[in-house]
C-alpha cells in the first residue's frame, strides 16, 4: 500500500469533501483518512458483491466476522473474550445511545469527559437526561483526566453511567493503567457504570498499550467497551462495530435496549471486518508508521506558526490545536479563510481549539501547512 497516494474524493460524495465543495478549503475535519481500503478488504467485497444476494444475514449465523474480533483482541491487546460476550451494532454511536436507554433511568446524569466527541456530548441530552462534564488536564506534556472532578461527579446519587473515549478524541491520550485502576476505583465505590469508546484502539503511534476497559479485574463486570474495524481500516461507510460486554445481565439489558432501535449490522459490514482483522495486519502496521511520521510533521509544523499550540497525541489521528494565542473571535472561520477545513472545537467543547485529521497523505499535510502559514500553494 503505497500511503503517499492523493486519490480525489471530489467527487466520490464523501462527507468530508462535500462540506468544502466547490472552495479552496482543504477538507481536515471528519474522522475517516483519505486511504484506499487493505486489498484483501477489497477482495473480500468484492467476492460477496460477485455472489449476488445481499438479503439478511445476522451475526449469530454468520460467526466468521465474530471468530475474527475474538483472534484479534487476542492478537493485540491479550485479551481473552468469549464470542458470547459480542453485541454487533450499525456504530458506536447508537450504541453509547443504547447504553444510555439500557442503564440510566429518568432524572440521572450522565458523565462526561471534555473536550470530546461531539456525539458523545450530545447523547445525555438525546435521551432526556442530563450531563455532568468533566474537565482533562495537561500533566507533564500529556493530557489526562482531572479525577477529583471524576470523583465529585461520580459523587452524584443520581449520576449512573460514565461514557469516555480511550483513546481519548479529540486528545489522543491513551489511558495507562493506573488511570484506569483509578477510573475502576471511583465508580466502583459510586455504583457508576463505565461505557468506554475505543473506536480509536488500533491507531496507537506512540509505544504504548491499549488497555480495554471491561478487560480490567475491577471493571469487567460494571462496564460495555465498544469497538469497530471502522477508523482502522477507513470502513466506516459500512456501518458496522460491536459491544463488548462480559456481564451477561448487562448483555441482556443492552440487547432489550437495542431492540426496535437499531437495524442489524449490513452484510458488507461484517464481511470487510472479518477481512480487516484476519488478513491486514501488514497493511495495518504500514498505516501506523506512515500515520506517527504524519503526526511527528505536523506537530512541530502547528507549534512553529504563532498563536498556535499542540502537544503531541499518543494515538488516533487526529490533532487537537490550542489556537486561544491567536486571540481571534472565531478559530474555524480564521482556519478557513486560510484554506483549511478542520473539525470546529465549539463542537467539542472548547470554542478557541480546533481539531485536524492527519490520516492523509503527506503532500496534503504540507499543502495544509503552506496554507496555514500563509504561504502561497
Known sequence: MNFSDKPDRTSSKAH???????????????????????????????????????GYTLPAHDTDASEAVVAWCQRQYNWKIDPSWLVWTPGVVPAFNVAIQAYCQAGDTVIVQTPNYPPILAAPAINHLKRTCIGSIEVDGR?????????????????????????????????????????????RKHGVMLCSDEIHCDLILDDVPHLPASAHPELAEHSVTLMAASKTFNIAGLGTSFAIIPNEKLRVAFNHAARGRLPSVTVTGLTATNAAFRHCDEWH?????????????????????????????????LLWVDASGLQVPDTQAWCEAKGVGPSAGRDFGDKDCFRLNFGCSRDYLVEAIKKLQGRDV
Not at 25 to 50: K, N, V
Open 143 to 187: 493530557w489526562t483526566l482531572d479525577f477529583d472532578a471524576l470523583e465529585e461527579a461520580a459523587a452524584d446519587p443520581k449520576a449512573s453511567l460514565f461514557i469516555m473515549c480511550n483513546p481519548m478524541n479529540p486528545l489522543g491520550t491513551v489511558l495507562n493503567q493506573a488511570e484506569l485502576d483509578t477510573i475502576a476505583a471511583i465508580c
Open 285 to 317: 502496521q504500514q498505516q501506523v508508521a506512515y500515520l506517527t511520521e504524519n503526526r511527528d510533521y505536523l506537530v512541530t509544523e502547528i507549534n512553529k506558526i504563532d498563536g498556535l499550540k499542540a502537544i503531541s497525541p499518543a494515538a488516533t489521528f
Open 16 to 54: 468530508k469533501w462535500e462540506k468544502y465543495k466547490g472552495t479552496d478549503i482543504l477538507p481536515m475535519w471528519i474522522a475517516d483518512t483519505e486511504f484506499r481500503c487493505a486489498e484483501p478488504i477489497l477482495s473480500a467485497l468484492h467476492q460477496r458483491i460477485d455472489d449476488g444476494l445481499f
